[in-house]
């Protein structure tokens, strides 16, 4: 009898437990079903094979995913402002010196920083493993320059970070890599010159590293702590923000007293305080400060490549060095006595470019903007005899100035043409260098390629037809 019943007993205890694991394995299956609950405890049931299972909380974490989402997302949303390709070399990490390593690259430039890429931005961001990010350039703080020590090669400037990187990039093309260095100058000037963006940059990073539960620890702690500065500067804002409108007041009355004072531009040229320069000033200026009608700058380059450069390979194609053109460029503005026959002007592509350069900066091309459309139009007739009888009516009708200057340009290259077995620069090789150059619309529209085309073949007109454009009416 009594062993009967401490069968029972031990059956009715096996049949309890197994309820027991039962029931607690049915609440751990439902609490993973439900992804709403704010936390879930770790319980340790041991099975029929004595496994430990663990559940593994996911709500915390998850949340904190959406909290890195809303803080990064917006940061990373920085507007392009250019992108292409350029040779680059990094020189530099963090201030320890790197073997200098040219390659190509697709530079994308945004409002706060630079990225490389091996190759358009768009394949690149496909072609990427995933957690693998491009090489980042931070603008805030950055410092730009031109610089030849770094490099044997021509057209380079090195940006130099706060954080001690340095890198180079370089073009064969100057006014590709001149159009680089300008947009991000200006990109570097428009940030704050403060350690601001520095310190929310590496925020930022701190933010990317550390672990979700860090981070929500991380924002409550400093949400606590700056309470009460927050409180304080509110109120000594507050309390002297009067004080601050009258001080404004008075510096905005000061800066419109002293903006009336000062003397007008007339009146700084005429002391000689601030001279007219040659280039980026208009074409009739320049000649009329001359007392010419062709600027003497140009008459310079053109008896400089006639006396050493017809029979130089690729002449107004090759590039010259952009930090020696832009030195030749200063003392031309500066009014500086120029002789090109001094040594440090010997590589004749700095001459040819600082010519192309020249006109490249006229406000108004050597074919003036209201002549554009009539000039695409006389190119299109059918009948060359047409064309040329068209194209000479317009140069006719041109200002001085532009139709001598003209005149003498393409004269110039005329010979440069002539010489084409040695130099290898035909007819059309020039039309492309210089037809985009002395030829453009006021208002480039969707109409660029087949303006393109148009400018080349008015060049090439203008030199295969010289004579019969600018021989004289009595002729």
């Not at 190509?104 to 690149?124: G, H, P």
Request: proline share 3%; aromatic share 6%.
């Amino acid at each position: 009898m009594q062993s009967s019943a401490n069968s029972d007993t031990s059956a009715e205890k096996l049949n309890s437990s197994h309820q027991s694991t039962g029931a607690v394995q049915m609440r751990i299956k439902n609490a993973n079903s439900h992804h709403d609950r704010l936390s879930q405890s770790k319980s340790m049931i041991l099975t029929d094979i004595g496994k430990v299972t663990e559940p593994i909380s996911r709500h915390r974490r998850n949340h904190s995913q959406h909290v890195l989402k809303d803080i990064i997302t917006p940061l990373e949303q920085l507007m392009v402002e250019k992108e292409g390709y350029l040779q680059k070399a990094k020189i530099a990490d963090g201030g320890k010196k790197l073997r200098k390593n040219w390659s190509t690259s697709w530079i994308v430039l945004s409002n706060q920083k630079i990225e490389f890429y091996k190759e358009s931005k768009q394949q690149a961001l496909s072609n990427l493993k995933t957690g693998q990010k491009p090489e980042c350039l931070d603008l805030c703080g950055a410092h730009i320059e031109w610089t030849k020590e770094k490099s044997s090669r021509k057209n380079v400037f090195q940006i130099t970070t706060v954080s001690g990187n340095e890198f180079l990039l370089q073009s064969d093309i100057d006014f590709i890599i001149l159009d680089w260095f300008h947009a991000i100058k200006n990109a570097i000037d428009r940030l704050p010159k403060d350690q601001s963006c520095t310190s929310r940059n590496l925020e930022l990073f701190k933010i990317q590293r550390s672990s979700s539960t860090e981070l929500l620890d991380h924002f409550d702690r400093e949400i606590k702590e700056q309470k009460p500065e927050h409180r304080k500067s509110l109120i000594f804002r507050l309390q002297h923000s009067v004080s601050d409108t009258s001080d404004k007041s008075r510096v905005k009355s000061r800066l419109k007293k002293f903006i009336n004072r000062r003397p007008s531009l007339k009146t700084l040229q005429e002391k000689g305080l601030i001279k007219d320069q040659i280039f980026g000033s208009h074409l009739y200026k320049v000649c009329e400060r001359e007392n010419s009608t062709v600027p003497q700058f140009v008459k310079q380059c053109i008896e400089a490549v006639e006396k050493r450069g017809l029979d130089v390979d690729g002449i107004y194609r090759v590039s010259g060095n952009l930090a020696t053109i832009q030195k030749l460029r200063f003392i031309v503005n500066q009014e500086e006595k120029l002789n090109l026959d001094d040594s440090q002007w010997e590589d004749i592509h700095v001459v040819t470019g600082a010519l192309k350069m020249f006109f490249r900066e006229l406000p108004e091309p050597l074919f003036p903007y209201c002549f554009f459309e009539q000039f695409v139009e006389a190119i299109k007739k059918q009948d060359n005899n047409m064309r040329i009888e068209a194209i000479k009516t317009l140069v006719q009708k041109l200002p001085p100035p532009n139709r001598d200057t003209m005149k003498i340009l393409f004269g110039h290259l005329t010979k440069i043409v002539a010489r084409a077995s040695k130099n290898l620069m035909s007819t059309q090789s020039l039309g492309i260098v210089f037809g985009p150059t002395l030829l453009r619309a006021e208002n480039e529209t969707g109409n660029m390629a087949v303006h393109m085309v148009y400018q080349n073949q008015i060049a090439e007109l203008m030199l295969s037809e010289y004579n019969k454009i600018f021989s004289s009416k009595e002729d």
